[in-house]
């Protein structure tokens, strides 16, 4: 068996097998062993039954109390006991399990290891695994077992023997790092490393193999952006800008004078656009900084000089709001320029007249999705091409937008928050810009970190703020993939809030929506028409509803801060105090103090580096901390170390290399974030 054999060949994959498998993107045998764990079941020490925490899979070990009972109907029977020790007393619960009844017995001591969940207010263990006699989690004790992302049709189990006879059966899988880097590095060949990560045998052997294969997919992408580097030297700027009169009548016409900040920066770009050379600048900065304004001057340039100006968002909701919320300024400051929206989700026809007006160069600025970069759209003198929120997209997709036009300037926008160094290694190609203080109209958000228990406070909270105008957005709890989908959860949990606040319009949006559900929904909440949304995290990016002024966030100890942050940057946009309630169920310590970051700053530098600080790089695959590019292992703050150390290893390669070494290593490797 080599890596280009079919899954097919793995002994136990049968034809139903593999189409799950091609569902989840494994063709091949390499495709398997590099189908890289999402997590790993950790069988801890038991926690005392008074510390376990709602929404968690814990152990617990102790007594059977009173007797095993087992009630429900014949078909869905339940088996509950009563687990003791010297802490408290808890609740579990099997599904169709009656025969535990006989098994197990009272006063025995007996190990458990499940999700907690609250009951009516009691927390209840549900359908643990169970240890009987207890010391048989002794052989678990400690060990990781890989959990890996799954569609309908295929378990855990069974991607996991599928991996592992592919691992014992295949030849060899070939090394593709340099002797010279793996030694200075200290890194593991690859065959260990890729097992490792499948069946580490403890938290060292993980890290070891995680280690490499996050230094090789950085190596990659770093290797990628040189070369996308060399082959687009300073381009010379053939567009005849000049200075337009107009624009310094906006900006003496807004209702608000920019933040220096936002002045220093758009100088960056107006000089970058009049110079010599073709721009290509990131403009950073945090939630709130007022990029779009500083966007739309750079489109205005563009199109009052006769050129035409793109601008790409990463969601329609959003792509949506930027063509409404510039449609409006333009007619409000008379700017006689025309918008065109393009988005996937328009109808064939409504696409074809946009095309035409594009082409022929009746629009002179298009604000959309994706939808910009189809081959179908012929731009007419395209000048400047921006994208906001530029970490959901990959190089290769600005690159094929900027293949739209003759090299048009190019303008990155991004608001997550990295250190300057990381920023040079991440964003090489480009020239940064930051904007680094927030307009000064604005009140602080007032943050607070509570329990679950303040849930119902919260809920009078809404109702209050609601009563006075004011709008709210609701972060549901997210969900385990296995259970419930997002989608279910989301409508779920909208309803029960409807009986808690009645006679307020709520309403809920997730990713599975059509999209011009989305847009009605953006629409009515953007008038005030919907005052409470419940949302998954798709409002993290972009959305500005100056009128909102709480976010309540169930569950904040699953996400990472920096998303955290953004989530609370849809809050205190306008000129009403804001308030931002983070909810945990969980009651550790470290949790605690991690969320208590929040409390403190609202500056998304700070709070990125105080986390990483407080986690330290070898946090156990912890929550996806940055969300920030789609890389399949790594990420860029917790391996930020990785990330310097791959940046060295690039520069020695391009020196020792050759150039046709560097393009066959890129090739055989699936850059998917580029
Ligand atoms: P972000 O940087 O997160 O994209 P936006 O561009 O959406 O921020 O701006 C957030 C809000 O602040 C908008 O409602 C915008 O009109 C407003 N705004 C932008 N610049 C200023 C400023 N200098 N003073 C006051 N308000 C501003
Ligand atoms: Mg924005």
Known sequence: MIEQSKISEIKGVGVKTEKCFQKLGINTVGDLIRYYPRSYDVYEEPTAVSEVEEGRVMT?????????????????????????????TLKVIWFRMPFLRTTLSKGGVITLRGRIVNKK?????????????????????DTLQPVYGLTSGITNNAVMK??????????????????EIMERYHLPDISQAVHNIHF????TDFHTARNRLVFEEFLDFILSLRQLKESNVKLENHFQLEDKKEITTFLQALPFRLT???????????????????????????????????????????????????MMAPTEVLAKQHFESIGAMFLKYHIPLKLELLTGSMTAKEKRDAYERIERGEADLIIGTHALIQEKVVYHNLALVITDEQHRFGVKQREKLAQKGTAPHFLVMSATPIPRTLAIILYGELDISVINELPAN???????????????????????????????YVICPMVEESETTEAENVIDYAESLKEELQGIQIAYLHGKMKQDQKDEIMTKY??????????????????DVPNATVMLIENAERFGLAQLHQLRGRVGRGACQSYCIFMSASKSKETKERLNILNQSNDGFFIASEDLRLRGPGDLFGIRQSGLMDFRLGDVYQDAKVLQEANEAADWMMKNLSKEEITARLKQDNLHIL
């Open 60 to 88: 617990v070990s102790g007594a059977i109390f009173g007797r095993v009972q087992v009630s429900g109907s014949r078909t869905m029977q339940v088996t509950t006991l009563y687990v003791k020790d010297i802490t408290g």
């Open 121 to 141: 207010g009691t927390l209840v263990m549900e359908h643990p695994e169970l240890f009987y006699p207890a010391a048989q989690y002794d052989i678990k004790k």
């Open 162 to 179: 599928a991996v592992r006879i592919a691992m014992e059966h295949i030849n060899s899988i070939s090394e593709t790092l340099p002797g």
């Open 200 to 203: 580490p045998k403890n938290k």
């Open 260 to 310: 220096k900040a936002q002045l220093e920066v758009w100088e960056d770009i107006r000089t970058d656009m009049l110079g010599p050379h073709v721009m290509s600048r990131l403009v950073q900065g945090d939630v709130g900084s007022g990029k779009t304004i500083v966007a739309v001057l750079g489109l205005m340039l563009t199109a009052l000089n006769g050129y035409q100006g793109a």
């Open 442 to 472: 604005r009140l602080a958000i007032k943050n607070c970190v509570v329990d679950t228990g303040y849930r119902a406070t919260a809920y009078r909270f809404i109702e209050k703020q609601v009563a006075k105008g004011r709008q709210c």
């Open 526 to 543: 953007g008038n005030n028409e919907i005052q409470v949304l419940v949302s998954t995290t798709v409002i993290e990016v972009g959305i």
